[in-house]
Structures are given as C-alpha cells and as structure tokens.
C-alpha cells in the first residue's frame, strides 16, 4: 500500500470521527468560557442523538434529502431547551456544577431510553432510512492527492465543525458578544460591575452548549450510529470535554483537539491494515486521548489555564 | 431558625419525595397507574425472599462506591474516579484469585487487598496531581475510567485468557459466595460482601470522627488555607483522601469480582457502580451512616425497577429519571432550603 493510499484510509474517517467531537467541544467552550463547568456534555449528545433519529424516522417520508439536516436543527433546538435544567440548576439555584452535570447525564439516558421503549417498544430505535451520505466534494475533489486526501468520501457535516470552529473563534474573540462572555468566566463581579447581567450571559452560554451539544449527538447518530439505543452515545461527550481542556478552552484550539482525538480513534479502527501501526496494540490507540489530556493537564504540554471563576456560582453581591 | 443538622436530614428526604412524586406523574402522563408501578417497584425489591437477596447484592457495592465518593467529598475533593477504581479492583481481585493458590484465610483477604490496593493506586494519581500541581481531579478522575476500561479489557483478552470475552470462575478459596446465603434467598446472588462493605462503613465513620488523621482530612475539606496555617499538610492529605477513596471503590470491584459475578468479562461500557457512588454520596450527605441508607434506597430502586415492566408495563429507565430528579433537587439544595424558610416565616 503506497503512503498516499495510507492517508487516503486515515483521513476521511478520522475527519468523521473528530465532527461531533468538534460541535460538542466548542458547546463546552462557550459553557466553560462563561464560568459554567459542563460534564453534562455527554448528555446533551444522547439527547441530541435521541432526538435526531426519532426526528428522522417520525419525518423521514415528509421531508425526503432534506430531512437529516432538518433533523440536526431540532435535535439542536430540543438539546438546547434541555440545557436550560443544567443552567437553572447550576446558574439560579447555585448547585454544584459538576453535580447538576452528572445529573443531566443520568437524566438524558434515562429519559431517551424510556421514551425510545415507550415509543418504539423495545430498547433501540430502528435504522434510519435518511442518514447523512458521504460525497465527492465538487471540483476540489479532482485537485490532485490533496483532492483525494480531503474532498472525496467526505461528509459535509464533517467542513460544517471546522467553519463552525473558525466561527465560534470569531465571536468569542472578536465580537462585543464574546468578549462579555469570556469577562464572566474570568470575574463575573467585575462584569457586574460594567452592567453586563452575569445571569443572562451565563443561560445564554449553557444554551448554546446545548445547543451545540445536541449538533454533535445527531451529527454523531446520523453518520456513524445510524439508532439509538442506551450505547449510542459512550463517553465520546466525555472526550469532547477533554478537547476542551486539551484544546485550552479555545475554539481552534478545541478543534485541533478534537480532529487529534478523531485521528487517534480512526487509528484504532483501521491501524490492523496500516504499516508500522499493525504491531501497535489497539488498547494504545484507545486510551491516547485520555492519557494525553492527562499530561496536557500536568503542563507537560503547555500549562492549560482555565478560566478564572470556572465553577463557582456568581452570587450577586458577595465578595 | 432551622438548625443545620435539621436541614441536613430533610434536604435528602424532601429530595427523594420529590424525585418519587416526579416519577409518579411521569406516569400518570404516560397513562400508566403510579400507584400499581411502585407497588410493583416494592415487590419486586422486598416482595419475597429472592428478590430481597438480590437488593441486598445490589446495596453492596452501592455502599463501597458511595464511601469512595463521600470520603474524599469531606477533603472537599470530587472522586468521579469511582467507576474506573472499581474496574481496577475487580480485575485485581480476579487476578489474585485465579492465579494464587491458598487456603481460604490467606487467598481470600489477599484478593480483597489486591482489590483495595488498585483502587488506591488509580485514586492516588489524581491525588497526586492535584496536590502538587492543582491540577481539577474530576477531569482527571474521567480520564482515569476510560484508561482503566480500556486497559482491564485489553489484559482481560489477551492476559488472562486467550482472546475470550471473560475469564473462569475464581475458585471457592477466593469467593464470596455461599450456598448458605443463596438457598437461605431462594437461590439469589446474595454472598457475604455485605458484611465487608458495613465494616468499611464503620471504618470510614471511625477514621473521619475519632481519628487524628481524620481531623486533619475533614479539616482541610472545610478551608485549605487555614489547615495548612495551622501546620497540616494539606498536599499529604489530598493525596491520602483520594487514595482511600480509591480503595473503597476497589473494593466494590472485589464485591463483583469475587461475589455477584465470580469472574471478570469484557466490558462493553461501564458498570455504572461507580457513578450511581455519586448520587449515593450526595443524598446520603457524605456521612458513613448516610451513604449506608442512601444505598439501600437506590439499590431497592434498582432492583424493584426490573418488575416494573413485567408487572405495571412500566420501563424500568423509569428509576434512571427518578434517580436524576433526585441528585438535581439534592444540588439544589439551596432551593429548598429558600422554600422551607420562606413557608416557616408566612406559618408565624
């Protein structure tokens, strides 16, 4: 096998791999940035995953081609209504944030899983009849090997995360919008102070994780599971939350983590048919992520700071 | 005013009351009777003798994983570890229990030690991280469940057996189990675990209350700074805290590993002891006694939850969302504790 034919097997997957993992990070990002820890990443993607396919199996014959992309839209506007319990829990009622979190991990699951058997009568959904379909990318597709490398056999959901990367960089950096955001991660009081209402900033900033989280738990069932049933979603929100830390709670820097993880886990698939990689047990490839946010978070790779009143509950006028 | 201990005791109750009512209307919304669901949910926990051997097998690792998690919540520190410390405990015990040879008194210990001694081990890296370079021990303590996952599974396939899915049975020198136990329980899982997790529960509540060294963990939970001011050292005691806390949910594996289930299997995901520690934990307040009941809660949920379907057509994920009403109101604590006031002061 040529090297370029190596790559041509590398690439294309671990870009699909790394898509949802890339919409649920910056969701992390945005949360995390605002001051609201998120371990519940994880249930806002089985949400999201819940809702797209039930959404595409309920609607499939109503809206034809179209319907996955209308399904990643609902699955985002329900996965986003969702978070609100997380932001009420951890933003009004001052819980602990990585408490509420775990609670709404718990809560998807339990709710997806009863209503899937509630609706379809056994634990799993069926297959879905509109699942997002790989495609040749048009014209930049014949450009040669890169063509190859990154243009064919591709999803569009896959170029969807990394401009949404590059679009989350902009707002949080570069627009009004952003810049409050980030102020009420690092010093809510401060911002209080200049009129900007923490409380607001951090909803909104929780939904948008919803928001995205959902984006990614459908992307996710709609190109690699296809169902839903109570393994849809294992731990990849879990991961997700780890290229946040890894990518230092910033959006590009979130997506090289992500496309990292995608990589490595597409290595573990297919790593049986690629040269040098063959004699490398699997096990390796399946925990390098974790051990590498691990080291990340140890400052062998950087010293990753978060952001200052990362879960503390702002409290209007305590010091 | 309301005492502190009041509001300690009737935050969880009011939270569990509220979980139930919730679950209740749930289904009453689906157009299923709530009344016959959670007579079925009693039944099926308590109704004969099988059933309750089988809740008590449940509660077992409930407890050990919910002492994990509350020890190192008195050192203010956040064990979401649990599951991959049980993992590692599981598959140690079974290690030792099929690869040594030994009369019962020496080769039984010596497996719930190994157990003990992995959960200490995948407690104390984060502990260690955290102590000498602040790093969050709930990121690491995720990472660390997915590393053991991955890692038990590897060695389950190509370690201890030849590319099976799961290893033999540990032999009887290293089991819990006991025939006595189980055709006392009309043949149910019940194995003499039990009696080991009550004992770490008294072992926690001796060594956080009685002990010097449990001073100091309880001390720096409650202000780091001024445990360090008064000459504790605040590092060893965030390293000791996970540590232990890694033990007891080494010990839960032991519970699967040399009791419930006698062998160790592939996983294709996580057990889920470890995390249900956590709601275990928090409702039952963080004390040793606390954890004990909020075990025999969740474990009657559980296991009451499978007669559901059969009995009131109820889906057993029922109990899922009822448990996670419950952690969310129990964190919300503040909420009703602003409710109670707030109804105290318009009574007068």
């Known amino acids: 096998m040529g090297f370029i034919d190596v790559l041509q097997s590398i690439i294309p997957p671990a870009m699909f791999f790394a898509a949802p993992l890339i919409f649920t990070a910056l969701g992390g990002v945005f949360s995390e940035r605002s001051g609201v820890v998120n371990i519940g990443l994880e249930g806002l993607m089985v949400m999201g995953a819940f809702v797209g396919i039930v959404f595409n199996l309920a609607f499939g014959e109503t809206f034809g081609a179209a319907t996955p992309w209308i399904s990643i839209l609902v699955a985002m506007v329900i996965s986003s209504v969702f978070s609100i319990v997380h932001a009420v829990a951890s933003v009004s009622f001052r819980a602990d944030q990585v408490v509420s979190g775990v609670a709404i991990n718990f809560l998807a699951l339990g709710l997806g899983v009863f209503l899937t058997k509630q609706w379809y009568g056994k634990g799993q959904t069926d297959m879905v009849d509109y699942p997002f379909y790989t495609i040749d990318f048009p014209i930049l597709a014949d450009i040669p090997i890169l063509g190859r490398l990154f243009f064919q056999n591709m999803y569009l959901t896959s170029y969807l995360a990394i401009a949404l990367a590059f679009v989350g960089w902009y707002i949080l950096y570069k627009t009004p919008f952003g810049l409050r955001l980030r102020s009420v991660g690092e010093h809510p009081m401060a911002a209080d102070t200049n009129g900007i209402n923490v409380y607001a900033m951090r909803y909104i900033a929780v939904m948008i994780s919803g928001a995205l989280g959902g984006l990614g738990g459908s992307v996710f069932a709609l190109t690699i599971a296809l169902n839903f049933s109570s393994s849809t979603i294992v731990g990849q929100g879990f991961m997700s939350l780890a290229a946040v830390i890894f990518g230092k709670w910033h959006p590009l820097g979130a997506m090289g983590a992500a496309l990292f993880f995608g990589l490595a886990q597409s290595l573990s698939v297919i790593s049986s048919g690629v040269p040098l990689l063959e004699n490398v047990p699997q096990v390796y490839l399946l925990i390098a992520p974790y051990v590498l946010t691990i080291l990340a978070l140890a400052g062998f790779i950087g010293r990753a700071e978060a952001p200052k009143a990362n879960g503390e509950p702002y409290i209007k006028g305590s010091r | 005013m ?11 109750v009011v939270s569990v009351l509220l979980g139930l009512l919730a679950g209740a209307i749930i289904m009453l919304a689906f157009g299923y009777n709530p009344i016959l669901g959670y007579q079925a949910l009693w039944n099926g926990s308590f109704g004969d003798l099988y059933f309750f051997g089988e809740t008590i097998r449940q509660v077992t690792p409930y407890i050990l994983t919910g002492l994990s998690v509350a020890f190192a919540f008195r050192t203010g520190l956040f064990n979401i570890g649990a599951e991959g410390q049980v993992i590692v405990g599981w598959l140690a015990a079974v290690t030792v229990g099929l690869t040594i040879e030994a009369p019962m008194i020496i080769h039984l ?23 000498k370079l602040g790093v969050h021990e709930v990121i690491i303590t995720i990472m660390m469940n997915y590393i053991a996952l991955f890692t038990t599974n590897a060695i389950v396939r190509n370690v201890l057996t030849d590319q099976k899915d799961s290893t033999e049975k540990v032999p009887e020198s290293a089991s819990f189990m006991s025939n006595w136990l ?14 080991v997790a009550l004992f770490a529960a008294f072992i926690m509540w001796f060594l956080l209350e009685k002990t010097t060294a449990g001073y100091e963990l309880r001390s720096v939970g409650y202000n780091r700074h001024a445990s360090n001011y008064a000459g504790m050292n605040v590092d060893k005691n965030i390293i000791l805290s996970m540590v232990i806390a890694g033990a007891f949910a080494g010990l839960a594996g032991a519970m699967e590993g040399l009791g419930t289930f006698g062998y160790i299997s592939v996983q294709s995901g996580f057990t889920n002891i470890g995390f249900d520690g956590i709601a275990v934990a928090l409702l039952g307040g963080n004390t040793a006694l606390g954890v004990v009941l909020a ?16 009995v009131a057509g109820v889906p057993t994920e029922l109990v899922e969302i009822v448990i996670a009403l419950i952690i969310f109101f129990v964190a919300s604590s503040y909420m009703i504790r602003w409710v109670l006031l707030r109804l105290k002061k318009e009574g007068k």
Do not use: C, Q
């Open chain 2, 2 to 12: 309301y005492s502190n201990r009041f509001f300690n005791i009737i935050v969880p």
């Open chain 2, 109 to 131: 210990p010596l497996a719930v030690i190994a157990a003990a001694i992995a959960g200490a081990i995948w407690g104390f890296v984060p502990g260690l991280l955290k102590a």
């Open chain 2, 182 to 195: 189980m055709e006392a329980t009309d043949y149910s899982r019940l194995h003499y675990g039990i009696l």
């Open chain 2, 295 to 310: 075990a025999l809660l969740f474990g009657v949920l559980k296991i009451g939850a499978l007669n559901m379907p059969t």
